[in-house]
C-alpha cells in the first residue's frame, strides 16, 4: 500500500491554518496556509456593481487569482510582463469566483460588488482549493465590514453557504486527501470538490489524465472530499 | 414535471450528425451538429512535438477551441481583434485537449504533435462537448492519415480510449441530457462528462451557481451522462 | 502557352457556389465557394452606430475577414492567440468593408450598423473576392431581414449597387481569371477588381512582385476582371 | 469647372523637394516633401536577412511607416501606446515595402537585408507616395553605402528599377493630380499609382467610397499619374 | 586629465540650437539639437482636461517621449510593433511631463490640457534634457497660441518657471557637461539635473552603475548642471 | 512649525522590521517593514545569465517589483490583467534593479543571474526604498545560497557594497526623513536616496511637482537620507 512522503493517512489534511486579519489594507485580510501552500485572500467592497449589472437590482461577487512569480521552486515570469493571463490563472480564477457566489445571495446584496484577491505566497499544490476556504472568510468579513459601515443591515441574509474546498486524488491507485505538489505531479486523477456545510456540491472538477477512473473511485473521493470540506468548516469557524 | 421546450425526453440526446472529411485541407476534417450547435474539427499532424518536449520521446495532444463571433444569437467581438483570449476559451481549448490526450498513448505516439481545431460555426449549448465528440474522430482520422503515410506504423497501437462528452444539468429540479442555450442558461446546475468507450471517466466538471446540488442528484447525473455518452460511441461508430 | 493546371480557359472561372440562409444564427448567412475557397458570410443588423458616428443621420456598414487556423496547406498560428491581427488581416477587412459600403446609401440606411463577417473555412486563393462576392448577398439578404422586421420601409431604397469581386493576373505571360493558390503563388502580376453590375469600379488592387506589368497588359487584365464579375453577378442572382 | 484651393491646374504637382543626407544615423537619410506633407526616409543595411530567409540566397527589402501624433492637424494617440498599429499603417507599410522590393534584384542583393523606415513628419495628404518616393532614394543611397562598404560589388546590378509614386483622384468630377488632404478628404475616387521610369506599373491601388468610377475616368487617372510619376524621376535624378 | 573627444572643456555644452515654428502642424513646433542629438517638439492645447481630471477646476501638462528607429546607430524595432513601451520610454515622457507641468500655474490654465510630444529624431546623448530644454519652447508657444486664440488671457499668469535641463556625468574621475553618447555610455555616474531660471531644482535623477559616487563630485556635478542650465536659459531667451 | 501624525521627529525612521527565510519557496525570501508598508523580497539564482550577456564573462542582477492590487487603500486593477505594465511600475523595477547592481562585482559573479522579486503585499509610501532595503538581503542570502552550494567560491568576492535606501521630502516647508502614504502625497518635494555602507551616493531621484527646491533645502534632505541610511545597515546587519 501506497505510504504518503509526509506519514500522512489517506484522509487526513495537511495542517491548516487561517489568520484574519492579517494586513490593514482591504475590507477584510486572511492569510490561510495548507501546509507550504500560502494564500492571502484580501476582500474589496465597492459600492457599485459592474456596469453590465447596472440596474439589475443584484450585486455580484468576483475573484482573481494571481502566484508571485517565486512561489513555487521554479520562478515564473509575471503574468503582468507576458502581457496577458495564462488559461489556468484565468480558469481559477473563475472557479473561486463561482464557489463563492454559491455562497451570496446576490439579490439581497443588492447592487454592490465585492472582489476577493487571492495572491498565492508559496505554492505547494491545492492553492485553489486553499483560495477558496480562506477567500470565504475573507468573503465573510467583507461583508460583516459592510454591515458595520451600514452597507448591508444584515451579514446573515446574504450569506447563506457556508463554503470550502478540498483536493482529493488517486496515486499508486490509492484514493488520497490535500495532495501536496509532489503528489499532486504524479496522480493519476485529481480532482477538486468545492463544498457546502449542508453537505451539498458547489463544484467538482475531476481530471484523468493518462489514467481514466472508474465509478468506485469516483465514489470514494467523493467521501474523501467531503470529510475533508466538515474538517475545513470547523477550522473556518475556530478561526 | 418539466417538459421540455423540444419535446425530447429527459434523458434524450438532441438529433446528433457527423460528416468526416468535410473539407479537404488539414489532415482530418469532422462537421459534428449537437441539434443547432455546429463544430468544425480540423487535425494537424506535426512531424514534431513542441520545443518544451523535445527529446522525451513521447508525443503530444492538444486542442484549440473558437467561436465565430456570430455564431450566437448576440455578435460577440472577435478575441482577435480584443487583443487576447477569453478565459472561457482557455478553459475549454484545455479541457478538449486533455480529454483527447486520454485517447492516445503518448509514447506509442513518439515525438509528434497532433493539433485539433475546433471552431464553433453555430452554438446552441454542448459546444465543448460536441468539439470533443467530433474532435475524437478528428484525431482518429488524424492517425489513419499517419499511418497512411508512414508516420505511424499503427492507429490501434496508439488510439487507446474511445472518447466522447455529453452535458447533463438539472432544470426546474428535473435532470436532463444534452441541454440547449435555452435549457442551459436557465439550469440550477450544469455538468459535462467526458467518458471512454469502457465506462470510465475522463472528465466530470459539475457547477452550480446559485442552487447547490446533492449526492442524489449527482447520481442521476452521472447515469444520464453514462447513457448519452453511450449512444454517442454507437454514433461515431457508424459514422 | 500556358496551359491552367485545371485545364479552365484563362478567362474561365471556377465552379462557383452559393448557399444562402446556410445557418441560423445571424440576419443573414451565406456560404460561397470559388473552387476549393470556401467564406462564411454573416451578416449582422445593429440598431446603432458606433459612438463616433453618432448624430450623423447615416448608417454604417463594416467587415471583418479571418481564416480558420487550418484553412490552409499549413497551419497558421490563430491570430486570436497571437495577441493582435495581422497586416494581411486587417487590410482584407478594409477592403471588403469598402467594397460593400459602394453598394450602400448610407443616409437611407439611418443610424444602424450592418456587420458583416467574412470567415475563410478553406483557403485556395481568392479569398478576399469570395468574400466580397458572398457578403454582398449576406448584406442584402440582412437589409431584407431589416426591412421584414421593420427597421427599413425598403430594401430597394438602401442596397444602391450589386457589387462582386474577382481575382486576375499574369502567369507565365498570360492573363488569366480566379486564380487558385498554386496559380497565385507563382503570378508575376496579381490584380483584385471589385464592379458593380452597372460595369463600374469599386476598387482596383493590382501588384506586380517582381516583374512590373504596362498598360496592354493592365486593359487585358481589367477586361478579364470584367467578365468574370458579370458571370458573378448572374451567378449572384440566380443562388 | 474644378478650381483648385491652392490654384494649380489638374495635372499639376505640389512643391516637391527632397533633401538627400539629412541626418547622419542611417545608411541614408532622406527628408522629402510634397506640399507640406514632410516624410524622413531612413535607410538601414543588415548584414542577415530575416529568419524566415535564410539560405534561401536571396535579399530582402522591407519598409515601416509610421505618423508622429501631431503630424496632421488633430493630434493622434500614439500607435505604440496603443498596443498595436492600425489596419492602415500596416496596409501602408505593405505598400511601401512591395514598391521599393519592385526596384530591386533580391538574388543579386544576396542574403542582406534592407529597411527603410518612413517617419511622417507633417501630413497632408499623399503621405504613401511621398515615403515610396523619397524611400525609393533611401534605398538607392543605402545600396551605395552598401557598395563604399564592400557589401556589395555595384549597386547597378542590384537597383534594376527606379521607382517613385503619386496619388490622383476625381473631386468634382474632375480628375486631379497630387491631391493635399484638403481634397483627399472629399475626393470622390482615390488611386494611388506606382510606376517605374520604364513607364511600367508597379502597382495600382483606386478605391471609390460612395462614387464608383467608370472605364474612361479610370484611364484619365492611369494618364495623369504617369504624369506625375515621369517629373518625379527627373526630381529624384536631380537631387 | 581627461581630454573629451570633441576637445569641449569639462563645463562646455555642445553647440546647441533651436528653431521654432519648424512645421505648421501643431499648435507649437521646436526643433531642437543638443550637437547631433535632434528632438522635435510639438505642443497640443486641448479644450478639456482628461477625465479623471473633470471638475477639479485645473489643468494638466502631459509630454510623450519617443525615438525613430533608426535615431540611434543600431536599429531599434518600433514600440509600437514591439506591442508596448518600453520602461525607459514610460520613464523618460514621465521625467519631461514632471518637468513641463513644474513651469505652469494649473489653475491659472484652468480645465484645459497640454500635450508636448518630443520625437527623437536623432539620438546622441541627452535627449531627454533636449526634450525638455526645446519642450519648454514648445509648451510656451503652445500657450501663446491659446492666448492669441483666447482660450486664456494672458500666458505669463500661467507659464511661472523657465524650465531647462542638462546631464552631467563623471567620467574617467572627471566631472563634465552634457555628455554625448560616446562619453555617456562610458561613464561612471550620469546624472539629469532640471532647473528653473532661478536656480531652483525641479529634477535631480542621478545614477552610479558601477561606481558610486561622493558627496563632493555631487557638488561639483550640481554645480557643472547649474552652469549648463544658465546657458539653456539664455538661448532659449534669444530663440 | 509642522508636527507629524504619527509625532515622530523630522529625522525618525518608522519601525523597521525584516525577517529573513520568511518563505522556503526561493533561494533566499525576505519580508521587509517600513511602518504599514510590507514587501516580500526573493531572491532567486539562474545558472545562466540572459541571451544578450552570454559570452561576456559577467553576471547579472534584476529585479521586478509590483504591487497586490489591494495593497493600497483603494483597489488597482492588476497589471496582468491590462495587459502591460505601468511607467511606474516599470521605473521602479530599473531602479531597484541599478541600486542592486552596485552592490555586486558583476565580474566575479561569472556568468550567472540573480533577480530579486519585490512584491508589495501593503504600500504605505517608500515601497521602493523598502524594496532596496529588503532586496539587498535577499540579494546577500542568495549569494550566501550560490555558496553554500558551490556556485561561488565566496560571497565576500561578489558582495562588494551594503545598499539601503530611503525617501526624504519637504512638507510645509519642513524637511522630514521616511514619509508614509499621507505625507508621501502631499509633499512639495519627494526624493529617493540610494546609499551604500560607505555614504557614498547609488542614485538620487529628487522630484518637485508644484514647488522647486533650492539648493539649501537639498543639502538638507541628503543629510537626513544619510543619517536614515546609517540606521537601516545597522538594522540589515542585526536581523
Request: charged share 25%; aromatic share 6%.
Amino acid at each position: 500500500m501506497y505510504i504518503r512522503t509526509d506519514q500522512r493517512k489517506p484522509d487526513e489534511l495537511r495542517p491548516i491554518s487561517i489568520t484574519r486579519n492579517w494586513q490593514t489594507a482591504g475590507e477584510s485580510s486572511v492569510l490561510v496556509s495548507f501546509g507550504q501552500t500560502k494564500v492571502l485572500c484580501t476582500g474589496t467592497f465597492e459600492k457599485d456593481v459592474p456596469v453590465w449589472m447596472k440596474g439589475s437590482g443584484k450585486g455580484w461577487v468576483t475573484a482573481e487569482y494571481e502566484m508571485l512569480p517565486r512561489a513555487t521552486s521554479d520562478r515564473n515570469k509575471r503574468e503582468s510582463r507576458k502581457g496577458n493571463i495564462s488559461g489556468r490563472t484565468h480558469e481559477i480564477s473563475r472557479l473561486i469566483a463561482r464557489s463563492l457566489r454559491a455562497a451570496v445571495d446576490l439579490e439581497k446584496l443588492g447592487e454592490r460588488q465585492i472582489i476577493v484577491d487571492c495572491d498565492v505566497l508559496q505554492a505547494d499544490g491545492g492553492t485553489r482549493c486553499a483560495a477558496i476556504t480562506g477567500g470565504w472568510l475573507a468573503l465573510k468579513d467583507c461583508l460583516q465590514w459592510a454591515a458595520d459601515n451600514n452597507f448591508l443591515s444584515s451579514v446573515n441574509d446574504v450569506l447563506i453557504n457556508q463554503v470550502a474546498a478540498v483536493s482529493v486524488g488517486i496515486l499508486h491507485n490509492t484514493p488520497i486527501l490535500d495532495l501536496p505538489y509532489e503528489e499532486d505531479s504524479k496522480a493519476e486523477t485529481d480532482m477538486n470538490i468545492v463544498m457546502t456545510a449542508k453537505s451539498e456540491f458547489v463544484e467538482i472538477q475531476g481530471t484523468a489524465e493518462g489514467v481514466t477512473f472508474n465509478r468506485a473511485e469516483l465514489d470514494e473521493l467523493l467521501r474523501l472530499g467531503e470529510t475533508g470540506c466538515q474538517e475545513l468548516f470547523s477550522i473556518q469557524n475556530s478561526s
